[in-house]
């Protein structure tokens, strides 16, 4: 595990914004088993329960809130991290349009005084991660690629929008390129990923979440948007592209310093119901029912990514199909609410094994 991404983790000091959060969690616990230092920052976990006390990691856990300037600056300035991963976000797209001035406080003005106080630090590596949904959506059948223009229908989509033109105005005016190794260390880059799913999230109007929620209490899930066509991939396949980019900053490659995308391949993409039938293979209690509520808030019905740079640039690929996406999520859920375990560190390492090509 050490050896992965060139050794470049072990003995680093990685800062993790939203630690406590379903993707930062499953980040966290793998910059731990590759021997990183790991600070995280972020609010207290937002549900119960919640991935991130369930793996009760031997990491240093400091509950801030990102639009804290001073504070920010106290924990950059104390722990003097190597690289930081900024996932700290208001991410759930209904809980925006009910508090849009939070989403975009967050989401923008936490952005800036992240990147703010790395700039005062002189992190060397900030690996800032947004959204797929930051795009201007066209509802295309093709995927949005990376120099493709910002927008957002919905305050969340547009605040990620925001965020991701915010990080390219700190790249030009604070860690201009051409400037790296002169007047600065540093190197920013960006990452969007799709929608990501997989043991230990239980963030209300996620619809993995909704189902396994449901299926615990002996219910049906009801499913508002059946015909929404989503990229769906675990949560560690984005996570392998943001270690991924960091080694490259780590390293000192400023050609890595840019925006990268980070999906499924097509066949990853599919309509919500077909994710019921799809998971209900794995656990046949599961059952659904359809409420189209025509006054809902707008949502996209459809958004994917053109991931081929990082294909071709990165060698970064997706390792699990949808399929085995699927039954390593309905897996985890089953481990935990059956036995009451947490599957996440065999998970990890049975993605490791794929990564590296075993079977």
Same mark, same amino acid.
């Given at each position: 595990?050490?050896?992965?991404?060139?050794?470049?983790?072990?003995?680093?000091?990685?800062?993790?914004?939203?630690?406590?959060?379903?993707?930062?969690?499953?980040?966290?616990?793998?910059?731990?088993?590759?021997?990183?230092?790991?600070?995280?920052?972020?609010?207290?976990?937002?549900?119960?329960?919640?991935?991130?006390?369930?793996?009760?990691?031997?990491?240093?856990?400091?509950?801030?809130?990102?639009?804290?300037?001073?504070?920010?600056?106290?924990?950059?300035?104390?722990?003097?991290?190597?690289?930081?991963?900024?996932?700290?976000?208001?991410?759930?797209?209904?809980?925006?349009?009910?508090?849009?001035?939070?989403?975009?406080?967050?989401?923008?003005? $936490?952005?800036?005084?992240?990147?703010?106080?790395?700039?005062? *630090? &002189? !992190?060397? %590596?900030?690996?800032?991660?947004? /959204?797929?949904?930051?795009?201007?959506?066209?509802?295309?059948?093709?995927?949005?690629?990376?120099?493709?223009?910002?927008? $957002?229908?919905?305050?969340?989509?547009?605040?990620?929008?925001? *965020? &991701? !033109?915010? %990080?390219?105005?700190?790249?030009? /005016?604070?860690?201009?390129?051409?400037?790296?190794?002169?007047?600065?260390?540093?190197?920013?880059?960006?990452?969007?990923? $799709?929608?990501?799913?997989?043991?230990?999230?239980?963030?209300?109007?996620?619809?993995?979440?909704?189902?396994?929620?449901?299926?615990?209490?002996?219910?049906?899930?009801?499913?508002?948007?059946?015909?929404?066509?989503?990229?769906?991939?675990?949560?560690?396949?984005?996570?392998?592209?943001?270690?991924?980019?960091?080694?490259?900053?780590?390293?000192?490659?400023?050609?890595?310093?840019?925006?990268?995308?980070?999906?499924?391949?097509?066949?990853?993409?599919?309509?919500?119901?077909?994710?019921?039938?799809?998971?209900?293979?794995?656990?046949?209690?599961?059952?659904?029912?359809?409420?189209?509520?025509?006054?809902?808030?707008?949502?996209?019905?459809?958004?994917?990514?053109?991931?081929?740079?990082?294909?071709?640039?990165?060698?970064?690929?997706?390792?699990?199909?949808?399929?085995?996406?699927?039954?390593?999520?309905?897996?985890?859920?089953?481990?935990?609410?059956?036995?009451?375990?947490?599957?996440?560190?065999?998970?990890?390492?049975?993605?490791?094994?794929?990564?590296?090509?075993?079977?």
């Amino acid at each position: 595990m050490k050896k992965l991404f060139g050794s470049i983790y072990k003995n680093k000091t990685v800062l993790v914004t939203g630690h406590t959060g379903f993707k930062g969690s499953w980040l966290c616990l793998w910059l731990k088993e590759m021997g990183a230092n790991i600070v995280g920052y972020s609010l207290e976990a937002p549900t119960t329960p919640n991935h991130f006390e369930l793996l009760n990691l031997n990491i240093i856990s400091i509950i801030g809130d990102i639009r804290d300037m001073d504070k920010l600056n106290k924990v950059m300035q104390e722990h003097k991290p190597d690289i930081v991963f900024h996932l700290a976000a208001q991410a759930l797209v209904r809980e925006s349009y009910a508090n849009p001035i939070e989403t975009y406080e967050t989401n923008v003005m $936490g952005t800036l005084k992240v990147l703010e106080a790395c700039k005062n *630090a &002189d !992190v060397k %590596a900030i690996v800032n991660i947004t /959204s797929d949904k930051a795009y201007e959506n066209k509802e295309w059948v093709w995927g949005y690629r990376e120099d493709d223009p910002m927008g $957002g229908y919905d305050p969340y989509s547009s605040s990620k929008g925001c *965020a &991701d !033109v915010l %990080a390219t105005s700190y790249r030009n /005016s604070y860690f201009n390129l051409d400037e790296h190794g002169k007047t600065h260390q540093t190197l920013l880059a960006t990452c969007r990923a $799709g929608n990501v799913i997989g043991g230990g999230d239980w963030a209300k109007d996620r619809l993995i979440t909704d189902i396994m929620l449901s299926v615990s209490q002996g219910k049906k899930v009801t499913i508002r948007n059946p015909h929404a066509t989503r990229p769906w991939q675990h949560v560690l396949e984005p996570l392998s592209g943001y270690l991924l980019v960091g080694q490259k900053l780590l390293e000192g490659k400023k050609e890595f310093a840019t925006a990268w995308n980070f999906g499924p391949s097509d066949e990853g993409t599919i309509t919500v119901e077909a994710v019921i039938h799809n998971v209900k293979k794995y656990w046949d209690k599961i059952d659904y029912e359809i409420n189209q509520d025509n006054n809902q808030p707008h949502e996209a019905n459809l958004l994917k990514l053109d991931c081929s740079k990082a294909h071709t640039y990165l060698q970064w690929k997706p390792v699990w199909s949808s399929e085995k996406t699927f039954e390593m999520t309905v897996e985890w859920y089953k481990g935990f609410y059956d036995n009451k375990q947490v599957l996440s560190i065999h998970q990890l390492g049975e993605y490791i094994k794929n990564l590296q090509g075993e079977k």
